[in-house]
């Protein structure tokens, strides 16, 4: 009676995981990506060279992919960051007006196209990645040094959908 239990329950789980699959779920002719200068239409100067940056750092650590000169990639990743925000998010306990905390929010939309034939592999409308920081001295300091955590939220989220979802 045991042993049959254990063998169900033991079916039973493995039929759960029948589809889950580990590593890149990326078409086999994927393997390389060419990832310009993140094209910036937002109003803050500079981010795109940060958010480049931090796509770059999330693609070589996924290791789905590999970064490639243009030349020699399979696909080119085009992003375009659309709007930049900053939302207070916690205030003095004794100021209902004075914010401490902020969310810094970045949104982009991005194509995956195989550079061969220009066919689109993924495409998205939107993706935001944000960090809530605290602020601390001054608006400046305290934006430089939330920029890169947002950045890599966003990286880490447009590499998220490349890599582990295929309709």
Request: aromatic fraction near 8%; charged fraction near 20%; charge should be negative.
């Amino acid at each position: 009676m045991k042993r049959t239990l254990a063998a169900a329950l033991l079916l039973l789980l493995a039929a759960g995981c029948a589809n889950y699959q580990l590593g890149s779920m990326l078409p086999a002719d994927i393997r390389t990506v060419y990832v310009p200068t993140c094209k910036n239409q937002t109003a803050e100067p500079l981010i795109e060279q940060d958010v480049t940056r931090a796509i770059l750092s999330q693609i070589q650590m996924d290791g789905s992919l590999r970064v490639a000169a243009e030349d020699n990639a399979d696909v080119v990743l085009d992003i375009v960051l659309t709007k930049f925000w900053l939302d207070p998010v916690a205030y003095e306990s004794n100021s209902s007006s004075t914010a401490n905390q902020y969310r810094m929010s970045i949104k982009a939309s991005f194509v995956l196209r195989r550079r061969a034939d220009g066919s689109v592999v993924v495409d998205s409308p939107s993706v935001t990645g944000w960090y809530d920081f605290d602020f601390a001295g001054d608006m400046t300091s305290s934006k430089n040094i939330a920029l890169r955590p947002a950045a890599e939220d966003l990286g880490r989220r447009i590499v998220s959908q490349i890599v582990q979802y295929w309709p």
